[in-house]
């Protein structure tokens, strides 16, 4: 049973685009405001909270809890009508507080999922090119993809 979308392709902007060079590297890495702190994803030109332009990437951990999620059947593009149903989950992380990522749990079926419920990055390498975060239950011990300390 299909249980993830197929996302060969991803079209960064200048704004995203260090997201996703990051995630090549397998690094997690958020935007935080250098004027007020606070993190924000996705990326964004400015600080809602304060209009600042200055911005850091700061490395997340990628563990984090659930916040959110959906399952999707019915495919929003004709590239995902092999991969119905599959999960959107919303992802709370520990170290980046107001920062939440949208991506999808590994290994789940759709009614094994919580708010709540713990996660940790898996990065899904799905082109050379595209290397997604995504997230498991921490359950799933002996990984071969765990997030590199
Ligand atoms: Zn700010």
Redesign the pocket.
């Known amino acids: 049973m299909p249980l993830l979308p197929d996302l060969e392709t991803i079209h960064p902007d200048v704004h995203t685009a260090p997201f996703w060079e990051a995630c090549k590297r397998r690094e997690l890495r958020l935007q935080r ?1 250098t ?4 993190f924000r994803q996705p990326p964004l030109p400015g ?6 332009t ?1 911005v850091e990437w700061t490395r997340s951990s990628g563990r984090g809890r659930v916040f959110s999620y959906t399952i999707v059947h019915h495919p929003a593009m004709p590239s995902l009508k092999g991969s119905v149903p599959y999960n959107v989950i919303v992802v709370e992380l520990d170290d980046a507080p107001g920062a939440r990522l949208i991506s999808n749990l590994l290994d789940t079926q759709p009614g094994e999922i919580e708010v709540g419920m713990r996660v940790e990055l898996s990065w899904d390498e799905v082109s050379p090119d595209v290397v997604l975060p995504r997230f498991r239950r921490p359950s799933h011990a002996g990984s071969s993809r765990e997030p590199a300390s």
């Open positions: 405001c004027a007020c702190g606070r600080c809602p909270h304060c209009g600042s200055g």
